[in-house]
């Protein structure tokens, strides 16, 4: 339970931070409201003196009551009632006003306050290192960006509501204790023994809520699995384990909207039943035991009914809060452990976007790498090597040898476990190595388009450009031929991730991209195994021409495609097992770089 009431106070204080005065001018108005709603009812009284119903003469000695009877008595009897009736109508005038300006300004609050959860979760998001990246599921961002973040959003209000009925409960007992303590004393205690009564419901609906978490977790996850390998599973006929899946996990999601019904109806239940004992014990204890006069127990009775569902909307706001608040909780969570992996502030790298170029060379020096650190075995041991700027050099090796990681250790993507990777003489850490990677291309072996056009595609990555550059760019990657066949040219969009296109095809956008940002290194991981020959000889002729203005690192599998490079780095198991030009190394037969020429040459005939 404190554990609870420290997640909601957490909750608030964000809140707080966030929304600041208005939140407060917000509860005020809301009580506000409250109390109007609650004069309108004690305005009732004069009324029914008036017609008759009520002998006003005995109101006197009751506070508030013969407070507002006693201007009453100095107008003529014929204006009394209209005087009264206006006051009513003021009343209800106003509060309407003000629960129309409520509803906008709390919208605002709720609208804004999630928006700035949303922020800065992603700002986190993307300030977080790339290592720390490869150890979360995508599918747990999505849904709690989506999911867990509508919602906290229905938490908004409820805590506005919740911190602006308690404040107008306190008035409201002082209010009560005033006219009878010893009667409100025992409503309070009645109140207690109510929210004891529903308290297992209350944590049942914390625990539901937290369920709900997990499974909307897991459904998020499984979905995303289940549409990135949609192909998979059509091809090898596994609809029916997946169908099996979705079955049980909706169906449990199902059990859970049921069971958060199951408790709020039944906490409601008990909530009457208590209260019809607890109304008829009210009225006994006013007129047998102590008896009180009836014009005060119609007051006492007035303000009871304003204060008893008081009691009844605070369980049920707690109760509903309790079931948003374990959503919160997992944005807060991520946001914290995504906020522990931070590598660069957003806001400052904005400032700092001086591209310096590189212009000697990056160096590697006894380099080793692990990505988990309580297994023994490392994706790259010992590595010492030197890449000259403006060349090209070709890393070569088996399948698991450690390109790509090597790859991501050159360019400050991830920092190796124990030695030193240096850029133009400086070591590649920290703000270096974000700063550093603005000037990198990075091709990446599954190419990877956003669902707009190819122009727009070209743009975000170099906003600057016109259209004659991206043309230019596009026949550099031997792509302008298809381009200009495509309906509406650069204006054609391409479907979700780029689904329109050849793998070929989306290569070459790819690659004109990469080569528009003008970088100073420039990154190929395999980014042209889909070619086909002709095109495949294209690029690599587009390559020879970009050789000596910028840093090229190709990572190839065929190695007829690194025929150009100036260095051949050959990994195996990721340890360096040698490096040397290209025709140095094919003279080497019973070397590593010999043997994987001489089989590709064998097998390709
Ligand atoms: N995210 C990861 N988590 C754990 N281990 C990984 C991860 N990525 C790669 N590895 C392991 O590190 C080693 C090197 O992988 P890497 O991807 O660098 O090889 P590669 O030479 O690029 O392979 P390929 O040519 O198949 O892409 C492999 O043993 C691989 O299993």
């Known amino acids: 339970m404190n554990n609870h009431i420290a997640h909601i106070a957490v909750y608030f204080r964000k809140l707080h931070k966030f929304a600041g005065l208005k939140l407060y001018v917000n509860i005020v108005c809301m009580m506000g409201v409250s109390m109007l709603e609650g004069a309108g009812l004690f305005l009732f009284i004069p009324m029914l003196g008036l017609i008759g119903v009520f002998d006003t003469a005995s109101a006197d000695n009751i506070p508030f009551l013969s407070a507002l009877m006693s201007p009453l008595g100095e107008l003529p009897i014929g204006w009394r009632l209209p005087a009264v009736l206006g006051v009513f109508m003021l009343s209800v005038w106003t509060q309407a006003f003000l629960q129309l300006r409520l509803v906008n300004r709390n919208e605002a609050i709720e609208a804004g306050f999630i928006r700035h959860l949303q922020v800065e979760l992603y700002q986190s998001l993307l300030q977080s290192s790339w290592s720390f990246f490869l150890t979360k599921r995508r599918s747990d961002f999505v849904h709690v960006m ?28 002082g209010l009560a204790a005033w006219l009878s303590w010893p009667l409100t004393a025992s409503i309070l205690v009645c109140g207690v023994i109510m929210a004891l009564i529903l308290r297992p419901y209350h944590q049942r609906s914390k625990r539901n809520g937290e369920r709900l978490s997990a499974l909307m977790r897991e459904f998020y996850a499984g979905m995303t699995e289940h549409f990135n390998g949609i192909k998979e599973i059509k091809s090898n006929r596994m609809e029916e384990r997946h169908m099996g899946w979705f079955r049980d996990t909706s169906g449990e999601l199902e059990q859970n909207a049921i069971m958060y019904t199951k408790l709020q109806s039944s906490s409601r239940f008990c909530y009457k039943a208590a209260t019809g004992l607890l109304m008829a ?20 009775s007035l303000i009871f009914t304003r204060l008893w569902p008081k009691f009844s909307s605070l369980q049920s706001k707690w109760q509903r809060l309790a079931q948003t608040i374990p959503a919160f909780n997992s944005l807060q969570c991520l946001r914290m452990e995504y906020e522990a992996a931070k590598e660069l502030d957003i806001n400052e790298d904005v400032m700092d976007d001086n591209r310096v170029r590189m212009a000697h060379g990056i160096e590697c020096r006894n380099v080793s790498y692990r990505y988990d650190r309580s297994r ?33 250790l050159l360019i400050g993507l991830m920092q190796p476990e124990t030695g030193e990777v240096f850029a133009d003489g400086e070591l590649l850490v920290g703000e270096r190595a974000v700063s550093f990677r603005r000037n990198v291309s990075y091709v990446a072996q599954e ?36 381009v200009r066949k495509l309906p509406q040219g650069l204006d054609t969009v391409l479907g979700d991730r780029g689904v329109r296109l050849s793998g070929g095809e989306r290569q070459r956008i790819v690659l004109a991209r990469a080569i528009l940002r003008k970088p100073s290194i420039l990154i190929l991981d395999e980014a042209t195994s889909a070619l086909d020959g002709e095109n495949e000889a294209k690029i690599q002729e587009a390559l020879i021409r970009l050789k000596g ?26 340890r360096l097992a040698r490096s040397g030009g290209f025709q140095q190394l094919a003279k080497e037969s019973d ?14 005939v």
């Open 549 to 574: 203005s910028m840093t090229i690192i190709v990572i190839a599998h065929r190695l007829s495609t690194i025929r150009d490079a100036n260095q051949v780095i050959v990994l195996e198991d990721g």
């Open 281 to 300: 014990l009210f009225v006994l204890c006013s007129v047998k035991l102590l008896h009180i006069p009836p014009e005060k127990l119609i007051v006492i």
């Open 447 to 482: 190419p990877f388009l956003f669902h707009a056009s190819i122009r727009d595609n070209m743009f975000i990555a170099a906003p600057e450009v016109t259209e004659a550059m991206i043309w230019e760019a596009l026949s550099f990657a031997a792509a302008e031929d298809f």
């Open 146 to 173: 989506m999911q867990e973040l509508s919602r906290a959003s229905n938490g908004v209000y409820l805590s506005i509501s919740l911190l602006s009925t308690c404040l107008f409960t306190l008035v409201q007992i």
């Open 591 to 604: 070397g590593v770089f010999g043997k994987l020429l001489s089989y590709q040459m064998t097998s390709s």
């Open 376 to 408: 023994a075995d490392f994706a790259l041991e010992h590595i010492d090597l030197w890449i000259p700027a403006n060349s090209m050099t070709a890393v070569v090796g088996k399948s698991g040898a450690g390109k790509s990681t090597l790859i991501d």
